[in-house]
């Protein structure tokens, strides 16, 4: 149902991040201090928030010193994205068929380390190393 992917902008150094959802694609990112909006490569003024996607299913707001998204019909309940802080919520509906740094999302914490190969890691950080897209 959705894809969130997180990357280091190579010149700025600030973290973009990246949403799937079906056939759409929306980029969150910083900009100096400004928070920016693109969905499927069409820039959305922050003047212009809150966004509605024309499907109905996904809506973007400005919340505290960032954006929110929200999609609960693709399983993604929030996702709010600030200077260097990001949090995802996923809908309930989706808990225990997540994977990723999500983990499972069922609340359950002992397999909550667990690496695209299926081993259970110790370590927070080899955890998320795992998850690392070449």
């Not at 694609?25 to 499927?40: E, F, H, I, S, W």
């Not at 003024?45 to 010193?65: E, F, M, V």
């Not at 990001?86 to 809908?91: L, R």
Request: aromatic share 8%; hydrophobic share 35%; with cysteine.
């Amino acid at each position: 149902k959705f894809m969130v992917l997180l990357k280091k902008d190579e010149q700025s150094e600030e973290n973009r991040m990246n949403v799937k959802l079906a056939d759409i694609d929306v980029d969150l990112y910083t900009l100096g201090t400004d928070a920016k909006v693109k969905v499927n490569e069409m820039e959305v003024p922050i003047s212009s928030l809150p966004y509605q996607h024309p499907s109905g299913s996904i809506q973007i707001r400005q919340k505290a010193d960032g954006l929110s998204l929200y999609a609960p019909s693709h399983g993604l309940q929030e996702v709010y994205f600030a200077n260097g802080h990001w949090k995802i919520q996923v809908a309930d509906w989706m808990k225990g068929q997540t994977c990723g740094l999500c983990g499972k999302a069922d609340g359950e914490i002992r397999q909550e380390y667990t690496t695209p190969s299926g081993y259970l890691t110790k370590s927070s950080v080899s955890f998320a190393h795992s998850w690392v897209l070449p």
